[in-house]
Nanobody, 119 residues
Framework: QVQLVESGGGLVQPGGSLRLSCAASGSIFSIYDMGWYRQAPGKQRDLVASITWGGSTNYQDSVAGRFTISRDNAKKTVYLQMNSLKPEDTGVYYC?????????????WGQGTQVIVSS
């Protein structure tokens, strides 16, 4: 079992930066693939960035070049560094952990942290 707690959200002006953190507990963190999802008001939850247990990353096109996902296995924490923030980045950001055990997939979610980008 994995428990995830997000932090670092808040109100920021366009062009500003935030760093989100997701602290994991309750299981072995290093073997999980990790991701950050965003749910904007009235829209579906979409993958923003992900990082595998081996360190491979990928990003949604809208955040590529502005956001960076990273992980610290010793601290059992995954980060999302968000730079050059835009109003369209507004939403609730959720941390996700996935462990693939074929044919099943174990999937865990945090409660979310709100990010508002506005003047």
């Amino acid at each position: 079992q994995v428990q995830l707690v997000e932090s670092g959200g808040g109100l920021v002006q366009p062009g500003g930066s935030l760093r989100l953190s997701c602290a994991a507990s309750g299981s072995i963190f290093s073997i999980y693939d990790m991701g950050w999802y965003r749910q904007a008001p009235g829209k579906q939850r979409d993958l923003v960035a992900s990082i595998t247990w081996g360190g491979s990353t990928n990003y949604q096109d809208s955040v590529a070049g502005r956001f960076t996902i990273s992980r610290d296995n010793a601290k059992k924490t995954v980060y999302l560094q968000m730079n050059s923030l835009k109003p369209e980045d507004t939403g609730v950001y959720y941390c996700n952990a996935v462990l693939n055990m074929a044919p099943k997939e174990h999937n865990y979610w945090g409660q979310g942290t709100q990010v508002i980008v506005s003047s």
